[in-house]
């Protein structure tokens, strides 16, 4: 899944540490989803998107051709 989490944080100035706190997670969990590694629960790409003022729409995206192999 892509997403936007790098962009979001740059326009409200914040590091994956600041973000990781304000959401309750680690710095790593940020990172990991930013890089496409892991992908978050549903509960807490809506917590992103919310955290953000954004639709999850806006902040995740769908990438079909990943999970076809």
Known sequence: MKNK??????MHDLTQE???NE???T??????????KYDP???LAFKIARFFGVAI???FTYDNAAGSK
């Open 18 to 20: 600041g973000l990781a």
């Open 23 to 25: 959401l309750g997670v």
């Open 57 to 59: 729409e806006e902040v």
């Open 5 to 10: 989490i790098k962009v979001y944080r740059a």
């Open 41 to 43: 629960s549903l509960e």
């Open 27 to 36: 710095r790593q969990t940020i990172l990991a989803i930013e890089k496409g």
